[in-house]
């Protein structure tokens, strides 16, 4: 089994900053892209940064110059630093992976429980 765990999530006044985490566990063979999406009660999920497994990072217009996504592939952990947190960051924070299992072929997709980022106004 493969799962993803995130942690690092909090309550933090705006202008404040905060660094999740996420590491995969379980019977790994490889891991592929990885990457941050959020979601706000009533809204749709979205993309908030991703990885590449050679380092290439794509981050959306929002949290330009704010966030910084990056990865430690030794300990197949991926980490968002958070800076200059706005009240519309607000959100739960859920972790994605695309990993292959050991012993299958292919490539399949994660995801972890979430963690509940609140900014203070």
């Known amino acids: 089994q493969v799962q993803l765990v995130e942690s690092g999530g909090g309550l933090v006044q705006a202008g404040g900053s905060l660094r999740l985490s996420c590491a995969a566990s379980?019977?790994?063979?490889?891991?592929?892209?990885m990457g941050w999406y959020r979601q706000a009660p009533g809204k749709q999920r979205e993309l908030v940064a991703a990885?590449?497994?050679?380092?290439?990072?794509n981050y959306a217009d929002s949290v330009k110059d704010r966030f910084t996504i990056s990865r430690d592939n030794a300990k197949n952990t991926v980490y968002l630093q958070m800076n200059s947190l706005k009240p519309e960051d607000t959100a739960v924070y859920y972790c994605?992976?695309?990993?292959?299992?050991?012993?299958?072929?292919?490539?399949?997709?994660?995801w972890g429980q979430g963690t509940q980022v609140t900014v203070s106004s």
């Open positions: 994605n992976a695309d990993i292959r299992p050991l012993y299958v072929g292919r490539r399949e997709n994660y």
């Open positions: 379980g019977s790994i063979f490889s891991i592929n892209a």
């Open positions: 990885i590449t497994s050679g380092g290439s990072t």
